[in-house]
C-alpha cells in the first residue's frame, strides 16, 4: 500500500494530538504535501541543515522532527536567512517536514511517560495548573535513592555522558517530577506538589536557585538528551504501523550532537584563582 505524508500524519495524531501543543507551539506538518507519497523517513530532534542534508543523502521523503522549524511568521524564504534556506532546501529536494513538539511530549504515553518509564518511576501522575495541559509527570522510585544515586540511574538508562545535579548528592529522594525538553516553568508546581527532585533540561543559575529555596533539587538531564529519547520509540511505532499497512517504508534516525557539548577546560597554574603569592 502506497504511504503518504497525510496517512503518517494522522497516525502521529491519534497518539499525540495537536490538542495537546503548549500555545506558542507550532507542531504538524509545516513543509510539503500531503498527498505526497513516502517511501522513506528521516527522524531528528532538529530540522538543521546538517540533517537535512541527510535527508537528501539517504533520499527521503519526510523528515519528522522534535522541534518545529518554523516558529514565528517567516518574512523571507531565501538562502540568506537562517530558517528560509532550510524551507528552500526542503522544498527544492521535495522533502516534507512535520513536527511533533509538545503534543508529542505530553499527549498519554508520549515522551515524557516513557522516559518516567525508562527511570522505573511508579504511581505516575500527569499534573498542570489550573486550566493548562498536565505536562509535568510526578511518580515515585520504587525505592529510595540519594540524589547522586538518581543522577547516575538517570545517565545510564537515558544513555548520556552524565547530567548536572543542585542540590546536596546526599539527599534522599523518592518522589520525582519530569518534564523532558525545557521544563524550568514547571519547578514551582513540582515543589507545591511535594516532589523532592524535579528532572528536566535547560535549567539556569537563577532559576536553579529559587528551586532550592523551595526544597527541591534538580537534575539537568539536557534538553537535546531529554527529547533525542522519543526518536527510538517513534521509529519502532512508525515501523509497526507500515509494517500493519504493508507499506515499504525504510527510517533513519539523523546523526546529530547536542550543540551545548562541555569541553574540559584547558588552564594554566598562573591562570587559577588563589595562585602563589596571591596575585
Not at 519528522?64 to 522549524?69: F, I, K, Q, T
Not at 539537568?220 to 509497526?240: N, P, Q, V
Request: charged share 25%.
Amino acid at each position: 500500500m502506497e504511504m503518504t505524508v497525510r496517512k503518517i500524519a494522522d497516525f502521529m495524531e491519534q497518539w499525540a494530538p495537536l490538542s495537546y501543543a503548549e500555545s506558542y507551539d507550532n507542531p504538524g506538518l509545516i513543509v510539503g504535501r500531503e498527498d505526497a507519497a513516502v517511501s522513506g523517513v528521516m527522524l531528528s530532534v532538529d530540522a538543521s541543515e546538517s540533517v537535512i542534508r541527510q535527508a537528501i543523502e539517504k533520499k527521503a521523503d519526510l523528515l519528522l522532527a522534535h522541534h518545529p522549524l518554523i516558529f514565528h511568521p517567516l518574512r523571507k524564504v531565501s538562502d540568506q536567512d537562517l530558517i528560509g534556506k532550510r524551507v528552500l532546501l526542503l522544498a527544492e529536494s521535495r522533502i516534507a517536514l512535520y513536527a511533533a513538539h509538545t503534543n508529542l511530549d505530553s499527549a498519554p504515553g508520549g515522551n515524557i511517560d516513557r522516559a518516567a518509564a525508562l527511570l522505573g518511576l511508579t504511581n505516575v501522575r500527569a499534573v498542570g495548573a489550573e486550566g493548562e495541559i498536565p505536562c509535568l509527570r510526578i511518580g515515585q522510585l520504587e525505592k529510595g535513592m540519594t540524589l547522586k544515586e538518581l543522577a547516575d540511574h538517570t545517565a545510564e538508562v537515558f544513555s548520556l555522558d552524565g547530567v548536572r545535579v543542585i542540590g546536596d548528592p546526599a539527599r534522599q529522594v523518592a518522589k520525582v517530577a519530569l518534564v523532558t525538553g525545557s521544563g524550568m516553568d514547571f519547578a514551582d508546581l513540582a515543589a507545591d506538589m511535594g516532589a523532592d527532585v524535579l528532572l528536566t533540561g535547560d535549567i539556569t543559575y537563577h532559576k536553579a536557585d529559587e528551586a532550592l529555596s523551595k526544597g527541591l533539587s534538580l537534575i539537568d538531564a539536557t534538553h537535546f538528551g531529554t527529547d533525542r529519547l522519543s526518536l527510538t520509540w517513534i521509529r519502532d511505532e512508525l515501523s509497526a504501523f507500515f509494517s500493519k499497512e504493508k507499506a515499504d517504508v525504510e527510517i533513519w534516525i539523523a546523526e546529530e550532537e547536542d550543540p551545548l557539548r562541555p569541553l574540559g577546560a584547558v588552564r594554566s597554574e598562573e591562570s587559577k584563582l588563589g595562585r602563589k603569592g596571591g596575585q
